[in-house]
């Protein structure tokens, strides 16, 4: 079963940057979407961005498009979110998510990494 591990959350002040990542302990085939979420405290789980295995195509929630960037390395079975001009509204525990449907929606993904913690100062 592969897992996911997410790193590279931290504290930073407002319009600071955050580099996160994600690995699998496997293989991710071409036919997987890979996404990160996000959950503020007291909040729903909401959507951040998600990236095409095989394509590379991406989609971005409006409230992170032109701050934030969604890549990957397949040699490296790794995913990353590249976070530039941070707000405090974007801080949260921040989780990668593995699955077979180009969506939004949390439903559609079965696998989950346990979470990394951004906190962005005022």
């Known amino acids: 079963q592969v897992q996911l591990v997410e790193s590279g959350g931290g504290s930073v002040k407002d319009g600071g940057s955050l580099r996160l990542s994600c690995a699998a302990s496997g293989r991710i085939y071409s036919s997987s979407v890979m996404s990160w979420f996000r959950q503020a405290p007291g909040k729903k789980r909401e959507f951040v961005a998600l990236?095409?295995?095989?394509?590379?195509?991406?989609l971005y929630a409006d409230s992170v498009k032109g701050r934030f960037i969604i890549s990957k390395e397949n040699a490296k079975n790794t995913m990353y979110l590249q976070m530039f001009s941070l707000k405090p509204e974007d801080t949260g525990v921040y989780y990668c998510?593995?699955?077979?449907?180009?969506?939004?929606?949390?439903?559609?993904?079965?696998?989950w990494g346990q979470g990394t913690q951004v906190t962005v100062a005022s």
């Open positions: 990236i095409r295995w095989h394509s590379g195509t991406t």
């Open positions: 998510a593995k699955g077979s449907q180009y969506s939004s929606n949390a439903a559609e993904y079965r696998l």
